[in-house]
């Protein structure tokens, strides 16, 4: 008895099975190109359009096989020949009565329901199929009869629908060439609604049944996967874009509507999220010296590399001209007559610390230039200055001196 | 100044660039005022932390800049040329022939074919022109540094120093043999020419 009991589900459960295998084969027929082999070209759909549609015609007679072939005349009648076979193998045609020589055919509705699901899919990339699946989702989990297990499952198949689209995208952001990632960008178009249809969904599972947060934690994160890919997918493409200027995200048919339809609020609407300024390109004084130094030298003639003053009397015509930034007369000019002078006296003269300190520049300026002849010598000691006043506050003793030498 | 009038100066700043305004115009919150003998400019002055260099930071691109390289030298030559001394403010700097120009673009650019280095020398000119770095005054053959150079902070300033002295003036350009021998640089040999002309038109070609 007890076994009875566990059997009987079992075979229910077979039943079950087997008629939703009925269906899946009836389903896929439109599918096969043999019996065994998917279909590979678009004609053969069209091909079994055509045998729908005979039968779709012909009332509740059926039809045989040799009018199926006269409907569809404008095919190769060995094409729908062989249509005819794998529609028949596959039950998605099949006898109206079950006996030997029964010469009328039925067809079942599955496969041409299969078929418009194709055409549709073809046309805009599932989509609108999502869409659909997505407000299906919501009526189930939000009808007053539906259980936990609804909400389950319907969060399992959003988890594996969003997950499947997010890994597509990201792997094609990563590696497939742009002009594959532009055929797939239907996929990227009104995702914010079909996020925000699966976030409400996930918000009203989450609500009837907070047991299933694990589920709901595994619909955010394929939500956020999606997100993420449709990020980089569309920077992807946008990038791209910018370097080409080639606007392809959409057809040029629909830049072109949306110029002539668009009013001038939506035109301007475009721009609303942008902060625009005039287009001018900016110069980063580094990227100014780099593209200086790395102009002058052809590949020919390499520059030797610099080398320390003094160290021969070579290069020395190619240096700078002396004093051709003016070191040498500020030099001459802080010492005047005199051989040598107190580095403290010319800071103090100094108006203020600004003065001061380039002063001091450029008397560093003239020791460091091996061309001119002046020596800046430190010595020890620190004087404290009037801390009121208008120069420097520590000044070191030293001098700057013009060297006997002319050197 | 209402804040309508400063509102409007920041959207045609934002739209054209450096705006020129006749002088007397008080400068608008945020813009600073430059005078100079081509007339007074606003030019909108927004902090560090907030320019196109941040865009640089952040891996942005930004405006498209076609031959960047051969544009950055044009403008540090301009800058050469322009900057009689670079211990004072860059702005408004000095007139110079584009013979002279030139030239220290050749010299910065390196031997090139003459027709090649003329093109790219219009071309750069054309671009610095347009963006405000530079207003080239092409009938007359003048070029002067742009309002734009007065956003150059102080570190700039400092890099743009070296920059400076690291360029052969123009007198020892032209001892470069990789001359263009056009008629610009012909009359740039001439040392009168190349001084500053103030009586020069000095249209702000926008």
Known sequence: MADGQTVQPGLDDLAGEAAVLRVYRQAFAVLAREAEKMILTPQLLEVDEAIFAAFAASGSDGLTEEQVRNACRRFPEATVARRFEVLKAYGAVSKVFERPNERYYRAAFAPYVMLLFLRRIGGRGGQSELHELLSAEHRNVSASAATAEDGQASAGRLTQVFRLIANELSIMSLGADVAQLRENAQLLWGNEALIARAEDVHAVVLRRWPALDRECQWLRAGLAAYRDAIDAAAARLIERAGTTRALGLLPAQEWRAFARTAGTQRLGAVLDSFVFDAPAPWFDPQAMTEAAESGGQPDAARMPPPRPAGDDGAGRDDAAPADHDGTGTAAGRLLGESRSVAVADLLRAAPDWASARRVLAQMTAAHHDPALPYTLTWDEGLDVADPGGPGPAWLTRGQFRRNADGR | ?206
């Open chain 2, 1 to 206: 100044m209402t804040a309508g009038d400063t509102a409007l100066a920041w959207a045609r700043a934002r739209s054209a660039g450096p705006l020129p305004v006749p002088a007397g115009t008080p400068a608008p919150a945020g813009m600073i005022k430059l005078t100079g003998p081509g007339g007074s400019w606003l030019v909108p002055q927004v902090p560090e932390a907030a320019d196109a260099r941040v865009l640089a930071e952040m891996g942005l691109p930004g405006p498209l800049l076609e031959q960047p390289n051969d544009t950055a030298r044009m403008l540090a030559a301009v800058l050469r040329c322009c900057w009689e001394d670079p211990l004072t403010p860059v702005w408004p700097g000095v007139s110079a022939g584009s013979g002279p120009v030139l030239a220290v673009f050749g010299a910065v650019t390196g031997p090139r074919d003459e027709a090649a280095h003329r093109r790219a020398a219009v071309a750069a000119l054309r671009r610095l022109d347009q963006a405000g770095w530079v207003r080239w005054d092409e009938p007359a053959g003048t070029v002067r540094l742009g309002p734009r150079v007065a956003l150059w902070g102080s570190g700039d300033l400092t890099t743009l120093r070296q920059l400076w002295r690291s360029i052969q003036p123009p007198e020892r350009a032209h001892a470069i043999p990789a001359l263009p021998q056009d008629p610009d640089a012909a009359e740039a040999a001439d040392p009168d020419a190349a001084e500053a002309r103030p009586g020069d038109p000095l249209e702000p070609a926008q």
